[in-house]
């Protein structure tokens, strides 16, 4: 039987490209489309329902602007209710190819992933045609996504093309996801608290006369301080509340002799400049010993981080687990 693949089209201002992307989507990939009009002041959706006749359509209207990630909830709600298997979301800005959406699908189909995101990166050939800060910017959030969720195989984090099973969807805490540009992380660090497997598809992006709204220089302050508090949750809950192991000593024994060592250092160096002295050979073990000693720590709790990266698909055991009080709200 063919599965039910939704496609979720988040709509703001993208009024001059909606209808070229929803005819590019092809009917034998995809069962139902939804475009959400996410209060979108030229009135997406409005205008789709106008033109556009594919049966396939349905509009969403958000009556208030909730950001793009507030527009793909409000998909994953609908979807899930009416029955998606596996739900695609992509920008209707034509930016993203909907070619694309069987390579996005099949890992997920075959049972090798829950989430598939795209990864512009991935052939360097094409990188290029990229906006220099773009790249410097994705750069920047991609290691600050990699500590904060954990997926240390990942990369472009901003990238909004993205592919979830229905079961893993419906698990997720909705309600506590961001709703705005920080959203595509911590929908990652969300997954990785499901222990969910995410893979990267290799895509290219188009450029044209689309106008981004995520400016780097203005958000990054924000995301670094998110990213931050990701960071402390995941690892709280990874390494402290669901199980204990030697990377749960390493991480608190290696901040604490690098943090003594560093200031062991600097307050006999202040003493010993004062002094007109010299730092006896002690005293330097003494600083030196605990910051590579920390060092050390630091880097056995990293490698096995990384080591952690979830490798077994859950949507088929999250499939006959009941949703808890608290997931169900999601699809209320």
């Known amino acids: 039987m063919k599965p039910n693949v939704a496609v979720i089209l988040p709509c703001y201002r993208v009024r001059p490209h909606i209808l070229k992307v929803i005819s590019e989507i092809a009917e034998e990939d995809v069962w139902r489309i939804y475009v959400i009009d996410d209060c979108c002041p030229d009135g997406t959706g409005s205008f789709v329902d106008q033109r556009c006749s594919d049966p396939r359509v349905r509009v969403l209207r958000n009556e208030h602007n909730q950001g793009v990630g507030g527009a793909v909830i409000a998909g994953y709600k609908q979807a899930i209710a009416d029955g998606a298997e596996v739900i695609v979301k992509i920008d209707g800005d034509g930016q993203m190819d909907p070619a694309l959406i069987p390579y996005f699908t099949a890992p997920i ?18 990188i290029s045609a990229m906006p220099k800060i773009r790249i ?44 705005r540009y920080f959203f595509e992380s911590d929908m990652l660090f969300q997954l990785n608290t499901l222990r969910a497997v995410v893979v990267d598809i290799p895509m290219d992006a188009k450029y044209a006369d689309e106008v981004s709204g995520l400016k780097i220089s203005r958000i990054i302050g924000e995301f670094f301080f998110k990213h931050i508090r990701n960071f402390l949750k995941r690892i709280f809950y990874n390494y402290y509340l669901r199980d204990l192991s030697l990377a749960s000593l390493e991480l608190p024994l290696g901040i604490f002799l690098l943090v003594f060592g560093g200031a062991f250092g600097v307050y006999n160096w202040v003493v010993a400049a004062k ?38 698909a859950v949507h088929g055991v999250l499939r006959g687990r009941p949703i808890s009080a608290r997931e169900s709200n999601n699809e209320k």
């Open 109 to 126: 189909l075959s049972g090798g992933a829950d989430y598939c995101k795209g990864n512009r990166f991935y052939d360097l050939s094409n």
């Open 275 to 312: 002094m007109d002295m010299v730092s006896s050979s002690g005293t330097v073990m003494i600083s030196a010993l605990p910051i590579l000693m920390g060092l050390q720590f630091l880097l056995a709790f990293f490698a096995y981080d990384i080591a952690q990266i979830p490798r077994r």
């Open 136 to 179: 410097f910017g994705n750069a920047v959030l991609s290691l600050m996504t990699k500590l904060s969720s954990g997926y240390w195989d990942l990369f472009d984090p901003t990238n909004g093309y993205t592919a979830i099973h229905s079961d893993l969807a419906k698990h997720l805490p909705f309600e506590k996801i961001s709703s």
